[in-house]
C-alpha cells in the first residue's frame, strides 16, 4: 500500500506561514495526495487535495513536487485556529474510501 | 445542511458486552465509512458502504461488523467487546461513488470507554 511519511510535530508562531511536508515515495500514477486535519475533540476535516499541479483555496495551498514523491500543505497565515492534527492520505484509485490516515503532524501554533 | 451525525457521543461498556453505535451521513451522500481512532494506532480505516453493500474492509477482527440501511444510515457493531477496544469511532459519508478528489465529510465520533 502506497504510505505517506509525516513528521510528529511542529511549531509555528502565530501569523507567520507554516510549511508541511509530506513524503509519499510510493506514490501511483493516478494517487490523489488529499490533506485534512483535526482539531481537538472533532472529527478530521478536509482541507484540499491535488493530482499533480499546486492547488490553492481559501484553507490553504498545495505544492506538489514535480516526480509526486512529496508534497507540502502551506498555510500562508497561521492563526491560533489551526493549532491541529494534520494528515496527508493518499487516496488509492478504485479503493473506494479505505483511507489510510497515518499519525499526522501536530502543529502548534503560538502567540 | 446537516452535517454527520454520530449517536451517542459517550458510551461506557464492560468487556464481553457488545455495541452499536449510529451514524446519519449528509443527506444525499450514499457513501458512509468507519474509523477507529486511538492514541497508539491513530486513525484505522473499519470499514465502507455504498447503497447498502459493503465495498471495503479494513483489517479488524470479525466481531466489528457493519450495516447501511436504504436511507443510507449506517450501524456498526462490536461484539464481545475487549478493553482494547475503547476508542473514538468515526463516521464520515461522502456523496459520489468511487470518485477519488471528493471530500469526507466526518462526524464528531462516539468515544467508547470498555471497562
Known amino acids: 500500500d502506497a504510505k505517506t511519511t509525516q513528521p510528529n510535530s511542529m511549531e509555528s508562531n502565530e501569523e507567520e506561514p507554516v510549511h508541511l511536508p509530506c513524503n509519499h515515495s510510493?506514490?501511483?500514477?493516478?494517487?490523489?495526495i488529499h490533506w485534512y486535519r483535526q482539531l481537538p475533540s472533532q472529527g478530521p476535516e478536509y482541507v484540499i487535495h491535488g493530482l499533480t499541479s499546486n492547488v490553492n483555496n481559501r484553507m490553504a495551498s498545495l505544492a506538489i513536487a514535480e516526480d509526486r514523491k512529496s508534497s507540502t500543505l502551506i498555510l500562508h497565515r497561521a492563526t491560533l485556529r489551526d493549532a491541529a492534527v494534520y494528515y496527508c492520505i493518499l487516496v488509492i484509485l478504485n479503493s473506494g474510501y479505505a483511507l489510510n490516515f497515518g499519525k499526522g503532524t501536530s502543529l502548534l501554533v503560538t502567540p | 445542511k446537516a452535517g454527520v451525525t454520530q449517536t451517542p457521543r459517550y458510551l461506557i461498556k464492560t468487556r464481553g458486552q457488545q455495541v452499536t453505535l449510529s451514524c446519519s451521513p449528509i443527506?444525499?451522500?450514499?457513501?458512509v465509512s468507519w474509523y477507529q481512532q486511538t492514541p497508539g494506532q491513530g486513525l484505522q480505516f473499519l470499514f465502507e458502504y455504498f447503497s447498502e453493500t459493503q465495498r471495503n474492509k479494513g483489517n479488524f477482527p470479525g466481531r466489528f461488523s457493519g450495516r447501511q440501511f436504504s436511507n443510507s444510515r449506517s450501524e456498526m457493531n462490536v461484539s464481545t467487546l475487549e478493553l482494547g477496544d475503547s476508542a473514538l469511532y468515526l463516521c464520515?459519508?461522502?456523496?459520489?461513488?468511487?470518485?477519488?478528489?471528493?471530500?469526507?465529510?466526518f462526524g464528531s465520533g462516539t468515544q467508547l470507554s470498555v471497562l
Open positions: 464520515a459519508s461522502s456523496s459520489e461513488n468511487r470518485a477519488t478528489n471528493e471530500k469526507l465529510f
Open positions: 443527506s444525499g451522500h450514499r457513501s
Open positions: 510510493t506514490i501511483s500514477g493516478t494517487d490523489y
